[in-house]
């Protein structure tokens, strides 16, 4: 059986249920699965932030679905204990995978990714957590520019701010420039750059690197607005 989480699930006829999951080593995988009744309902553990232990049916009955079809399903620990800001950010990394993995890019390497992110969320809610795991998504999709070298292959430094071009990736800026413009749009510190990259940002960076992250997802995303997004913000106004 492989370790599997379930990103998102919807009710198909009465008693089944079609999973978009993220299974380790894999990646994400489309299936269908029934509920069963009584004592065999597996109603309880068919949740987000579950970790499972999955079997798929060699069977091809719903391949023409797109969809692969579950023989088994069990609980391989208790639910992650998400609540508040850390629970609203569970949904946006769900919905963050739904939205852009695909059989083109089904994120293999994720898995791991994503369960320490849970983990790390579990314990408490730090910002931090979404960027890094934003991070591998966006390297598995083939779409992170370098965090070591600059467009002109020279080492990213602490010391130096840089301007990030689409396509090409951060060019340096004069020092003149950057002092003049650090707080606008585009300028971004060589200091930050590199502690997002070896997973040390500092409280101080958390702002401008989760600008970085927006902008380097929105075109994947496109134009609809993420719901995790705007629930998140609904529950801070409250």
Known sequence: MQRAYILHHRRYRESSVILNMLVDGVGRVDAMTRL??????????????????????????????????????????????????????????????????????????????????????????????????????????????????????????????????????FLPVLQSAAGAFNHSKGILAGEMLIALNQGQLTESQLNQAKGLMRYLLTPLLGNKPLLSRQLFVSHKGK
């Open 36 to 169: 069963g009744n009584g004592k065999r309902s597996i109603k309880s553990i068919v949740q987000p932030f579950q970790p499972l232990l999955v079997q798929f049916s060699s069977q091809s009955e719903h391949k023409s679905q797109g969809l692969s079809y579950i023989k088994q399903l069990e609980a391989a620990a208790p639910a992650m204990p998400l609540t508040g800001d850390s629970l609203y950010s569970g949904f946006y990394l769900n919905e963050l995978l739904v939205r852009l993995l695909s059989v083109e890019h089904q994120g293999e390497s994720l898995f791991v990714e994503y369960h320490r992110a849970l983990m790390a969320l579990a314990g408490e809610f730090n910002s931090a957590t979404l960027r890094y795991f934003e991070l591998a998504l966006l390297k598995e999709l083939g779409a992170l520019p370098s965090l070591a070298v600059d467009v002109q292959g020279d080492l990213l430094l602490a010391s130096s701010h840089y301007r990030f071009l689409a396509d090409e990736g």
